[in-house]
Structures are given as C-alpha cells and as structure tokens.
C-alpha cells in the first residue's frame, strides 16, 4: 500500500486534483474535510461538535479525524493506496499517523505540497465562498483565522516531512489549474509507480493487526483478502484464528482447498458423511506439516489452540456455504 498525502494550506486546491490523482494511481482519496461537512449535513453528534470549529476557522480535535482514518484504512479494500488530503495537519497527527501505519508495516511514502500565498489564499475562499457557499470560506474572519492556524498548526508539518526525506513541493500559482496539475502529475510520474498491482507484505505487523480484530469479532478469526481488483474472482486470503474460534463443518463442492500454515499451530479436521471424525492433521509446532490440499466434497474444519495464521486458496467466486454444505456434528 502507498500512502500519500496532498498537502498545503486553504485554499491550494488539493480538492482540485486530488481525483485525478486517485484515479489515475488508484488510490482511495481522503478528505477529512469532506468526511467532516458529511457528518455535519447528516446532522452526527459528531458533526454537531464539529460545526462551530470548523465555522470559526479552528480545527476539530485529533482524535476525531484520527478516528474517521483509521475507520477507513481498515475497511477499504481494493486500491493501491491512500491520497490523504486535509489530513495530517497538526504534528501531533503526522506522529499518530506515523505511529498507525508502522502497526501496519507501512509508512507515508511522499507528501506533495501545493504552495500558495497567503494573499492567493484569502482571494481563493473568497472566491469559492461566492461558489460554493462554505461556512468556513464566508467571513473575513474566519478566513484570517485560518490562515493563523495553518501557518501555527499545519506549517510545522514541512520540516516534520523534510526531514523523513517525503516532502516534495510545487507551486499552486504557477499558472492555471491545467499547469498545477501537469505538475503534479510530473512528479507522480517521476516515483515510483510499481505498486499499480497492490503489494502486500505479509509480515508480523500485519497479522498482529489482523489478530487485534479477530478479538473485537464473536467469530474468533478474521480474514485478508488479498485480491485487489473487483474482476479477480479468485479466492486468497489470509486468515487469523484465535483459540477457540469454530468454523462450521463443510464442504466445497467445486473446488479444492489448500490451506498454509503461515504461524502458530491448528488442527485440521476432516469428517465422515455421518458426522465422525474421519482425519485429524496437526499443523504447525513439531508436527512438520505445514499445508493440505483438501479435495473436492471433502467435510472439513480448522480447530486452533494458539493463535495460527494461514493462507487459503480455492477457485471462483466466493459465496457463503449453502445449507447443504454444512454438516451438523457434536463437537
Ligand atoms: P478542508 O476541507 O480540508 O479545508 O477542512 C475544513 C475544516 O475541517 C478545517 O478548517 C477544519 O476545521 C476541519 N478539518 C479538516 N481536516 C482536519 C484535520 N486533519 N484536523 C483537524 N481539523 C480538520
């Protein structure tokens, strides 16, 4: 995953491109200040503790938008990363950030600044005032207020990233809309842009992360997919088991199953159709088994005792077991 942010004070017109820029690298663009009108505008009890903030010009507090980003980076699947844009914006949450993404093995791989005056960005929202009617655009004040708390707040964040060597900068007046852009897409251009098929690492960060779901879930487990495209209708994920988390007996009348243990110990278990036990494997620990191909129609489970983390494979679509693809057994 790539994560990036679209930097620069009020007005720069990170909003402007930042859908190009996500589509083009798809990425999933994040507007903390989007997120924050929408909750206002459905009338939250977060958007009512936002509204004044935000309407005098003042930032809404850390853990608010730290809370709407995580959100996000655990529940949006399919994209090559995150374009994040109004957020950071204090120091202290480039280090929440900093501190989120190392859970996950990851880190901010460029922040690109669009760099406008302060003078641009007062005529700027009181120009989009005139068109767009934001609350926080609409006074003099207000505006000032904004430019305060960028220059007090959000400004420290340029030698914060300077110094993680992410920081890179165009000008957001070196002519019109089309210039900025062409700008912005030279330097997109010019890094990196292998990760267009998603890269996954599979390594402890990301399963302690996975792990610390699985114990928010009823079910004990929780899974990875791995497929990065709508269109990929192949089954590969990454499952982490608690002890004590029971999978159904069944079975896949279509497919094998392989299943790879990449950590810890579990019991596979295969069934007879009357419901006894017909195979039990032991994975992992000194066993020296490490992985099962499980055949067609075959009635199977996973018992875990320690926390086991495996990788799974079958064909087609996923869909849940049907009724006769489930066996009743005592257990
Ligand atoms: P924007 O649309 O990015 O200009 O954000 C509009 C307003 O939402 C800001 O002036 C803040 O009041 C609030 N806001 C947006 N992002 C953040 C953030 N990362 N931290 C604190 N407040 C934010």
Redesign the pocket.
Known sequence: MKFYILFGP??AG??THAGAIASKYNLKHV???????SEIAAGTELGKM?KN??E???????Y???GM?EHLFHTTKGVAGFLL??????VQ?AEDLDHLLAQRGEKVNAVISIMISDATVRERLKHRATVEG?A?DASDETISN?IV?YHKKTEPLIAYYKQAGVYREVSGECGGVEAVRAQLFDLFNGMDTSFLGEQVVMDNALFDLLEQQAHDTPRLRMNYDLRNTTEDDSQRMLNVWLPGSKLEVHRHQHSNETVLLLKGKMDVVLYNDDGTEAQRIHMGGDSGVYGINIPKNVWHTVEAFKLAVTFTAKDGAWAPNAPEDILEVKR
């Open positions: 009020p007005g990170k909003g507007s903390t200040g989007e997120l924050l009108r936002a903030l935000i005098a010009g003042n930032l809404v507090p850390d608010v938008v730290e980003i844009d109004g957020f950071p914006r204090t949450q934001r926080d904004r708390t």
